[in-house]
């Protein structure tokens, strides 16, 4: 075994990853052996993994400069990559750059250039026009659901910063979308293409259609959440004012949840998605910004409230649940007086028995740390600090998130008062830290 299978082993270890699938593994392959690879795949199937792993050989931990660039259509999918690519532990220097993030903040990171940089096009683009990025040694390029950074309006960016990449070796491309057409700017020769995005890629998804009388649909909505129990799902909408809608009668109704949609602002984004990973909210009510590019675990539902225009986006939708192995269901609720889109398939009705009962809230609680990587903190450090210095039980200590600057760790609900009276102001490594609740 050579050297490399061993720090992939490593890695996946670490990762908590008994072995890969049968994409990753393709990927694995083709990806040291072409120098254009267009990769399609369904949402959740773990293709950030399947491109991160290879860069691991290919780039020099010692050189000071950006070796490898991934452009991706979102800052919650460069947060995303982020984290994977620490997580891997595999030595290199990453930073991540995306709009609603300080400009500055990212000029400093980038005087000590990462072997491999992450960001939206936008951002990316202005650093290197500010030169900020020095472009001379960028040899591996990867555009993460590149369809989708041309759906929301960054070609012209994307087109400035493959002209300024002079020496690019490889190009790889994703999508979790069947028909995309590659973009001629990337100048793209005879790429190798490894398709996983067959029909029957989702075996264990159950579609299940609901008839509604009332045309809002709440009534049904409530029933419906009534009989999935305390499951993990998302109801999804298509406007931020449906989602104020749905949100106002699910609290009046006591259904705890959050919301996500692009109106919030990044931080109140990136908190409600460390809520729902942890699960101090089993429930969130989203756009179609959550059906793709983010990083949350297998959901037991979806729930189209509404549904999307497009055929792509009903199954980038479904794509949530029933992900890698696991079953799931998508429920679709619909006012029986108005007829189905025409790209739906004739799918199985459901009638609803009258009991049930509203879904307990989470036991889970989310509490804030006010430092993190830069503060050379480790997860270690921090369950240290709430288990023995906390009292916590391992069963009662969840998951912990740790940022550059921060951290974020769920616990048990009954304990989170206590904790942030007795921890706050705490000492962790050479830091006092704030502990409080979001």
Same mark, same amino acid.
């Given at each position: 075994m050579s050297?490399? !299978?061993? $720090?992939?082993?490593?890695?996946?270890?670490?990762?908590?990853?008994?072995?890969?699938?049968?994409?990753?593994?393709?990927?694995?392959?083709?990806?040291?052996?072409?120098?254009?690879?267009?990769?399609?795949?369904? !949402?959740? $199937?773990?293709?950030?993994l399947a491109f991160l792993l290879p860069l691991t050989d290919f780039l020099d931990p010692e050189k000071e400069k950006v070796q490898a660039l991934i452009l991706v259509p979102s800052r919650e999918l460069a947060i995303q990559i982020e984290q994977v690519a620490r997580e891997m532990g595999s030595g290199l220097k990453i930073n991540a750059v995306y709009g609603g993030r300080s400009a500055s903040k990212d000029k400093i990171d980038l005087q000590h250039p990462p072997a491999l940089l992450i960001g939206t096009p936008g951002r990316v683009a202005d650093h290197i026009r500010r030169e900020n990025i020095e472009t001379d040694a960028i040899q591996y390029l990867i555009l993460d659901e590149f369809d989708k950074s041309l759906e929301v309006g960054f070609e012209k960016e994307m087109k400035a910063i493959v002209r300024a990449l002079p020496n690019l070796a490889k190009k790889i491309l994703t999508s979790a979308t069947q028909q995309v057409e590659i973009p001629g700017f990337l100048h793209l020769k005879q790429p190798f293409k490894l398709n996983y995005l067959q029909e029957d890629n989702l075996p264990d998804l159950e579609l299940r259609l609901l008839w509604s009388d009332q045309a809002d649909k709440l009534a049904s909505l409530k029933n419906l959440l009534m009989q999935v129990g305390s499951g993990r799902g998302i109801i999804f909408c298509n406007y931020k004012d449906t989602i104020e809608f749905v949100s106002g009668f699910l609290q009046q109704e006591n259904i705890h949840h959050i919301c996500y949609f692009g109106g919030l602002e990044q931080r109140d984004r990136e908190r409600a998605l460390i809520q729902f990973r942890n699960g101090t909210y089993r429930l969130m009510v989203a756009t179609d910004l959550a059906a793709r590019g983010i990083d949350v675990p297998a959901l037991d539902f979806i729930i189209h409230f509404q549904l999307p225009f497009q055929k792509e986006e009903f199954i980038h939708r479904n794509g949530r649940t029933a992900r890698m192995n696991t079953g799931g269901t998508a429920y679709l609720i619909h006012f029986k007086n108005k007829i189905l889109p025409e790209y739906l398939d004739p799918i199985e009705e459901v009638i609803l028995s009258e009991q049930g009962q509203i879904p307990a809230p989470s036991q889970w609680e989310t509490l804030f740390i006010s430092g993190g990587r830069q503060d050379k903190i480790s997860?270690?450090?921090?369950?240290?600090?709430?288990?023995?210095q906390g009292g916590l039980k391992k069963e009662e200590l969840g998951l912990i998130e740790l940022k550059q600057d921060c951290a974020f760790v769920a616990v048990a609900k009954k304990h989170s008062q206590r904790l942030v009276e007795e921890l706050n102001n705490s000492r962790l490594k050479k830091r006092k830290v704030r502990v409080k609740g979001i």
């Open positions: 050297e490399n !299978t061993k $720090t992939k082993a490593e890695i996946l270890e670490k990762l908590g990853i008994e072995a890969l699938n049968s994409m990753q593994e393709a990927a694995l392959e083709a990806i040291p052996r072409q120098s254009e690879v267009v990769l399609l795949s369904p !949402t959740g $199937t773990g293709k950030t997860k270690g450090d921090i369950a240290g600090l709430f288990l023995k």
